[in-house]
């Protein structure tokens, strides 16, 4: 079964510090998403990785194909990051643009 | 433009009943997904609409599940005879063209705010 897995699943921070978040997967795939989800629904899609590294602002996406695996870090964390993480990704295996397959999400809290 | 838009954003019904979401991509994009999502739980893949084709169905789409997208702009996803186990937010997202070049960025995948849907 492809999955994908999440960790930790809830993550309490103070405020500045520097915060990893993992995802790793279990078969090849074509792309992989970070996704922000605050409370009350709305999804913000953060970035799209098929391989190396992206930075954007405070975020940094990176992902090792060869270990099916990618981390979401956030430097200087802030109260307003908290919210949750969710990684997700696009199998080879002949799913389709949608068809992405979601882990669980990692809760993260951001204390002042 | 202001995004992706979902109604009714909250629909409350009774086991039982059919009920209809809509979905209000962002209009230069072509491809338009929905997703389900559960409490605790991430989102799950529903179907995948480019243009006004269905692409692609989710063996959790029942037969009692049915999304159009008749001129390739919104998209309706009904439920027809609700059970509880339907309560759910039900999410849409949409994406632009392969070709624009948009497709590889951060607004890769644009979410709306989602319907949920309480079965009584």
């Known amino acids: 079964k492809n999955e994908v897995e999440q960790s930790p699943q809830n993550l309490t921070a103070q405020e500045g510090e520097f915060i990893t978040i993992n995802c790793s997967y279990s078969?090849?795939?074509?792309?992989l998403h970070w996704l922000q989800q605050h409370p009350g629904g709305g999804i913000v899609s953060l970035f799209m990785?098929?391989?190396g590294k992206k930075k954007h602002g405070r975020l940094i996406a990176t992902i090792n194909i060869q270990e099916k695996h990618s981390s979401l870090h956030i430097t200087a964390s802030h109260p307003r990051d908290s919210a949750v993480y969710i990684c997700?990704?696009?199998?080879?295996?002949?799913?389709?643009?949608?068809?992405?397959?979601f882990g669980k999400g990692t809760k993260l809290s951001v204390k002042p | 433009d202001t995004g992706v838009s979902q109604n009714p954003r909250h629909k409350i019904t009774k086991r039982g009943q059919n009920v209809t979401f809509r979905c209000d991509p962002i209009?230069?994009?072509?491809?338009l997904y929905w997703y389900r999502q559960t409490l605790g739980q991430g989102p799950e893949f529903l179907t995948y609409?480019?243009?006004?084709?269905?692409?692609?169905k989710s063996r959790l789409l029942s037969d009692r599940f049915s999304a159009e997208r008749p001129k390739g702009s919104f998209s309706t996803l009904e439920i027809q005879r609700t059970e509880q186990g339907d309560s759910a937010m039900y999410l849409c997202?949409?994406?632009?063209?392969?070709?624009?070049?948009?497709?590889?960025?951060?607004?890769?995948?644009?979410f709306g705010a989602g319907s949920r849907l309480t079965v009584l």
């Open positions: 997700a990704v696009r199998y080879n295996y002949g799913g389709s643009q949608g068809n992405l397959i």
């Open positions: 078969v090849g795939i074509s792309a």
């Open positions: 609409f480019q243009n006004e084709a269905q692409l692609e």
């Open positions: 997202a949409s994406s632009p063209p392969r070709e624009s070049g948009l497709d590889s960025g951060a607004n890769v995948l644009t």
């Open positions: 209009s230069e994009h072509n491809r």
């Open positions: 990785l098929s391989s």
